[in-house]
């Protein structure tokens, strides 16, 4: 079995850490994998191969801004990375972000439908079906479902100043439909729901959620100041949709002398507003021996984001023995369980501020949180994968 996956990048975020231990696994269990990514450092590894450089993605990224053509550009190293898949000539492609301006789609995907080989496609996000945003919960569109135009997120990844919404929808659909054997794969119900109510609806989707490396993400011993409520926030970036500005409503509402509200990941001048309102700011942070220790502290993780696929750090919070508020956006309830956490409605903080109330008088019990973690041991949820490419192979 000769597995070949493809990403914006490689053993950085969660899509390239991803591809990277998936990759480890294969190796180990069942055959030979390669890795094709277009940004970030060149890695000095067999069968990792960066296609791109940074001239081509900035070319690339101006060419989005001024046509709204994310996806259209780099057109040498698409040929670079064709070539390249030829020599390696896998059994399957495996497709993760092909967006992140690296990658000509339309060359990618009129090869892929001449080579005739099986291809996987994990969508971590909801670009291949939109005209043009990788998310759209947090305002409501819904306009993939039958033609994109006049784009409210426009302003918004991938980041334009024109709006090519409405030819980019039919480009994409053009594109992305036609090749024989596609497996898409969601890592939440949620949107695997979505997928079936778009132009994708005719390819076999199956979910096989994101997991966590259980050995790394594990509880340690409490030894916070036992007076005061320990709510934590974390994200790889804040932003309003992300819940930056509920977690500032929220400590206008909440008596700061009982409560300490914590946010991980904020930049420089998010750390000097927070700063005013009494919370505790901590930039970002790629230390997990950091992440654990906090997870670890916190009474409650809070996750405030308006739209999400299917976030990791409810999973890593879990796995800490940490229960979990979070809205009831995208995926995010699903690694949830009546045991170890608390589903309220977008921007409802007067519920949110109940719950902590709550929760400070009786807190759940953290090993029902640490078995609900199990069920997404990365491992496990490799594995999945593997038998997707043993069922794929055995059915060609």
Known sequence: MKILQINSVYKFGSTGRIASDLKTVIEKNCGECAIIYGRG?????????????ELDFRFHVLFARLTDKAGFYSKEYTKKMIEQIQIYNPDIIHLHNIHGYYVNVEMLFDFLKEYKRAVVWTLHDTWSFTGHCSHYEAVGCEKWKTQCGECPQIREYP?????????NYMRKKKIFIGIDNLTIVTPSFWLQQQIQQSFLQKYECKTIANGIDLQKFSPLIKTKDKNKFIILGVASVWGERKGFNDFIRLSKYIDLSEYQIIMVGVNNQQKQIL?????VAIERTNSIEE???LYSQADIFLNLTYEDTFPTTNLEA???????????????????NSNCGI???????????EHLKQLRKKNFDSQACINQANYFNKFDKFQEYINLYQEILSNS
């Open 343 to 353: 589903i309220v409605e977008k921007g409802d903080l007067s519920s949110v501020i």
């Open 291 to 293: 992440l654990v220790q």
């Open 275 to 279: 700063a005013k309102h009494n919370i």
């Open 159 to 167: 980041k334009s100043f024109v709006d090519n919404s409405a030819q």
């Open 41 to 53: 450092d060149v890695i000095d590894k067999a069968n990792v191969w960066k296609i791109g450089s």
């Open 318 to 336: 879990l796995a800490c023995g940490t229960p979990i508020l979070t809205y009831r956006t995208g995926g995010s309830p699903e690694s949830l």
